[in-house]
T-cell receptor
Framework: DSGVTQTPKHLITATGQRVTLRCSPR?????VYWYQQSLDQGLQFLIQ???????AKGNILERFSAQQFPDLHSELNLSSLELGDSALYFC????????????FGEGSWLTVV | AQSVTQPDIHITVSEGASLELRCNYS??????LFWYVQSPGQGLQLLLK??????LVQGIKGFEAEFKRSQSSFNLRKPSVHWSDAAEYFC????????????FGTGTRLQVFP
């Protein structure tokens, strides 16, 4: 158990809908990272938040957004869902930003039908 | 741009045999290097990491990896594979200065035969 908690574990939704994935980082960790894992794209970095502020941005679509709240949990919002958004979404956390190991949650499986 | 290459998509070994999974990276400075393992339906578990110092690093489950700067490589090894090692293995490079985001390779799927 990495200490990173993600909910829900599985989600099935229809095209055009919006979903929210939630992540609680390890106790004391200030940074949260979101990754997408799909068969065709592999593991892609989406975005990082550090202590409530966006720190790094990767291949995140405009239809996707994230935020980190004062209690340090984070949410990834996916809207106008397409079939191609079906993937495993990982959250990870680290103590600060720079020079750390990041620890991953077990992921949220999203299926868009 | 930073990148990680895992040239072997799929490797099959017999239980008890030795294992080496290859990883090459492209990065201008000395990177932070990681190996993660993902069992079916599971998250990513850290096997080992290299930040600095001794270029041979030991990890969990009997794995080790060696950083070779001249070859831009960080290959993962295990002297004797167990059936429970069957999983997907990911090499990753960390951009260390102001973020811990990782760039991952495409992974190597390990199959172990009894």
């Amino acid at each position: 158990d990495s200490g990173v908690t993600q909910t829900p574990k599985h989600l099935i939704t229809a095209t055009g809908q919006r979903v929210t994935l939630r992540c609680s980082p390890r106790s004391g960790d200030l940074s949260v990272y979101w990754y997408q894992q799909s068969l065709d794209q592999g593991l892609q970095f989406l975005i990082q938040y550090y202590n409530g502020e966006e720190r790094a941005k990767g291949n995140i679509l405009e239809r996707f957004s994230a935020q980190q709240f004062p209690d340090l949990h984070s949410e990834l919002n996916l809207s106008s869902l397409e079939l191609g958004d079906s993937a495993l979404y990982f959250c990870a956390s680290s103590p600060t930003t720079g020079g750390n190991t990041i620890y991953f949650g077990e992921g949220s499986w999203l299926t868009v039908v | 741009a930073q990148s990680v290459t895992q040239p072997d998509i799929h490797i099959t070994v017999s239980e008890g045999a030795s294992l080496e999974l290859r990883c090459n990276y492209s990065y201008g400075a000395t990177p932070y290097l990681f190996w993660y393992v993902q069992s079916p339906g599971q998250g990513l578990q850290l096997l080992l990491k290299y930040f600095s110092g001794d270029t041979l690093v030991q990890g969990i489950k009997g794995f080790e990896a060696e950083f070779k700067r001249s070859q831009s490589s960080f290959n993962l090894r295990k002297p004797s594979v167990h059936w429970s090692d069957a999983a997907e293995y990911f090499c990753a490079v960390g951009l260390s200065y102001n973020t811990d985001k990782l760039i991952f390779g495409t992974g190597t799927r390990l199959q172990v035969f009894p």
